[in-house]
């Protein structure tokens, strides 16, 4: 097979820029000898150029400009791993408007501009994905859209945030109030210095709102979700609902039921017998219910850089695969078109 | 979106050939209006047209002579669910020596002939996919050869067949003999009337077979692969592994270890704490462990006509969508490059 190559430009170099980085170069020759396919990041856009790393890129490769992602003609790809609404949303549509492909890991840009991502990536024919910002590691978003296709979906409900699933976990294993798992949690890195967005449950709502648009082909923004985060949870909520058979996770869960379609974000009892109380800390667990499939669970990492990573380069090779193809037109995530 | 029609000849109307016919009548309308395609099965060969059946296809779809379909210019994809190494493979062959893409549900007949049927469909330039053959609607071989492809993979282990899942369940929940609990599997048609296959574990061997392609893209043809059955379980067995906090399960695994793959099926003391111990009577489960993304797996049903249906539609919708457009060549499931 001829090789052929691709070019990326990366927009963010920090947890998940540095690990979709080393996924990158830990598993080149095997990505190499599957796809025929030299994927190559030419180009990284990051303001920090001074923080000291784990993961090491030649210096050429920086810089402040993003018109130099943007305006490079060699770029095919641009992934954007900045995080945050703005300016991630207009760099990422500004990237798609100068004929990149683009892939993103940034649910929040992604649930508060599904729409306009997705009408720019067919406005301008290019592949617009996402796998990353639902799941991490867990391809999810991939399943729904390609090998469940045949489906109607019932439901979708999953544990869909690692912080506060490491927090409610270490407060069921060891009896410990919220406060003082968190301060740990921040201290160890596992929670951010300002949390709110995961403890308050607003990063679920944000996947969710994602899954939505995929499972039920229904626009639902995440500030329409019902949404309650887990700071109001104490080891005696804990201990009565153990009593009870039960454990309290975070839930963000859909379901369509005669035709009506009911969502939230909330600390909920799941039994002990069933499979989403048996994952816990950093794990995720996602469970869809088709009308032909029946249930599935999808289990795995929802966060760190490498798994990320492994969902970040699945979308780049499958763009790259499409791009060599000649393919690569319109094969955007089709979950809007569901009704 | 312009409607495009796809026409698609079946092989078999048993359980699963049923069962496909079932998702696509019930689900037409959903995967018209996403893909814009409007698949109609308009061929089905079947041997036994007096059979009653819960699912009832217009008679004059049905014929005994295979050419019917492999000779129609009209049939865009053969599904092949007749079961058994021949002639679901010459068959197969056939369909794809005339141009036909091909789906198939058949372990057997894939770990067996993987070389030989990757091979016809490259030649041919038509797509291949063999979704259903592993894992029933759990969508695992999609997600290993498309959003996981960024990974070099260390271990694949799994609950790969729903039968001896379900005698070794009813064995540890009610404290049954093997046999015991075969015969009313049996009488419920969980088992088939000669269950061999199934309870010596060969099932499993053709699925673990097709899994270690796809995933170190090494060969090994599943009577290579050292296999025990579940028959010579008994209820002590079962309850002396409970004593030490295991429950026995019939794993398929394989695993790379300085660059040595080892592999096999086996009756295999599972934790109690462990994912795959909470995975009982029908349901399956893939555990999948690769150096990016680390530990993910995948749980649902492994067997049944509509979960397996799911999956061989999401297959047609897959080459479907590609055929229209026109990007229908080498998007073979193309484990077998992976070194």
Redesign the interface.
Known sequence: MEKKLIRIGLMGFGNIGTGTYA??E??RS??E???GIDFQITKILEKDLERKRDVVAPKELFTQNPDDLFLDPDIDIVIELLGGIQPATDFMLKAMNNGKHVVTANKAAVAANYDELREAAEKNKVMFRY?ASVGG???IL??LT???????FIEIMGILNGTTNYILSQMTDFGLEYEEVLKVAQEKGFAEADPTADVEGIDVANKLSILISLVF?IRVPPESIPTEGITKITKDDIKRAAKSGNKIKLIGSAKRENGNLTYSVRPTLIPVSH?LA?VNNEFNAIFVK????????????GA?P??T???V??????IGT?IV???A???VI?GG???
């Open positions: 996924t990158l830990m598993n095997t990505i000898q599957q796809t796998e590691g867990i391809p991939n399943a390609t090998a469940l296709k045949a489906n109607s082909g499979p048996g088709g009308n032909a499939v029946g249930e599935l669970m999808f289990y795995g990492k760190g490498l798994p990573g492994s969902a380069m699945g979308d780049v090779i499958e499409a193809k000649g393919a037109y319109d094969i089709s078109k569901r009704k």
